[in-house]
């Protein structure tokens, strides 16, 4: 479906001390814009200065830009109150006035990161993000947030405005009729503003959202933490499974197993490892079912019982569904620790020859390893305040 299409448009923009770049952005996709995505509600992440200016400047009664353009064009009503004026705040908490350090630098990241994964999980939404405003690192975070997070129907881009109206404090949108302005200091020459060209450039991006893990989508992920499993997932997959724990490591990400589900893993990595072709689920043979029985046991060490169990449940051998039940479980696991892309090398493929499809890992023996697997190295989750976030507060 088009993002013009879904009952809520979002646009959400950064900007500094220019607040125009909302009325220039809300003109171009709803004024000249071919498919005409009109807002129905507006985000702004800013500055304490660039919040008092979007205030007094963009929804005041005067001289009230953003109404007036919403006027002049019969544009329908766009949600845009005081509380979506969102101020980014400093690695201290505190209100942000400009960026200053690293820390800071780091805390708008995950305060952008945060706006974008919390606009984007709704599924009845379009995200459009501008990046024409603000510091150039508010932007381009904000255009690696959307990257990360960003699903089909969402859109990034940048408006661009004629000279001398782009740098012009008195300008917000081309009028509809002649409007004079005055340039800026020193010239201050009069100025048309129906006269003003405004451009949306549309922006590409990849979409990496659906290789993050399920716990990255949660609102506490820091933006580092998102990144760095991003790029786990483009590295060369390697996978190493430690029958003495029962942790499988993919990559970089450790996860563990239950014991059957291990065995079962371990016994198609086995497979694998030597070279051999797949299984098939319609013709397990009684030697498929002692070789994962020979894994089970190998695993559970002491565990009598439990293997006795097992061992009871196969003796006609393993059937079709006991085979999908544990695959079944081994995906759900793989996917949720590793996002549906970033799994996809380390899941149990068929080579779809039904009805006798063969099951196996398609990694290559050099990418699998048993043994130890290394300490797991756990992302710190840092995310920012919510109590206060997304709260129009002005000095």
């Avoid at 405003?133 to 990257?147: D, P, Q, V, W």
């Avoid at 009069?190 to 450039?201: G, I, R, W, Y």
């Amino acid at each position: 479906m088009n993002p013009e299409c879904y009952p809520r448009r979002r646009l959400l923009c950064v900007s500094g001390l220019s607040p125009q770049i909302v009325t220039e952005t809300v003109y171009a996709l709803a004024v000249l814009s071919e498919s005409h995505f009109i807002p129905t509600d507006i985000h702004l992440l800013t500055t304490v200065e660039g919040a008092e200016r979007a205030r007094l400047t963009l929804l005041s009664d005067e001289p009230g830009w953003f109404h007036r353009l919403r006027a002049d064009y019969g544009l329908p009503d766009m949600h845009f109150p005081l509380e979506q004026i969102h101020i980014l705040r400093d690695a201290e908490g505190r209100l942000l006035h400009d960026i200053r350090s690293v820390e800071d630098n780091e805390a708008i990241a995950d305060a952008i990161t945060a706006l974008v994964r919390e606009l984007t999980a709704d599924p009845d939404c379009a995200v459009h993000a501008s990046i024409a405003g603000g510091r150039k690192t508010m932007g381009f975070y904000l255009g690696y947030a959307l990257s990360l997070f960003g699903r089909s129907q969402d859109r990034l881009s940048h408006v661009l405005v004629s000279s001398p109206f782009e740098t012009n404090a008195n300008f917000f949108y081309p009028s509809p009729t002649p409007k004079v302005i005055f340039a800026n200091l020193p010239d201050q020459r009069p100025l048309d503003a129906s006269a003003a060209e405004v451009t949306l450039a549309p922006i590409p991006f990849v979409r990496l959202r659906d290789g993050l893990q399920e716990h990255l989508l949660d609102p506490c992920a820091s933006f580092s933490a998102v990144v760095a499993q991003a790029q786990r997932n483009l590295a060369a997959p390697v996978l190493t499974l430690d029958p003495l724990t029962g942790q499988v490591r993919c990559g970089e990400t450790p996860l563990t197993l239950p014991p059957v589900d291990f065995a079962f893993y371990a016994w198609l990595a086995k497979r694998a490892l030597a070279g051999r072709a797949g299984v098939c689920r319609n013709q397990l043979t009684p030697a498929d079912t002692a070789e994962f029985l020979a894994e089970y046991t190998a695993l559970q060490g002491d565990m009598a019982q439990v293997v006795d169990l097992v061992t009871a449940a196969l003796k006609e051998g393993m059937e079709p569904a006991y085979f999908d039940n544990r695959r079944t479980g081994v995906h759900r696991r793989l996917i949720r620790a590793l996002g549906s892309t970033g799994a996809q090398p380390y899941l149990i493929h068929s080579d779809k020859q039904r009805p006798l499809s063969r099951y196996a890992l398609t990694l290559k023996p050099a990418q699998i390893r048993f043994g130890q697997a290394d300490p797991a190295k756990d992302d710190k989750l840092v995310g920012p305040d919510f109590q206060n976030f997304g709260c129009y507060s002005h000095p």
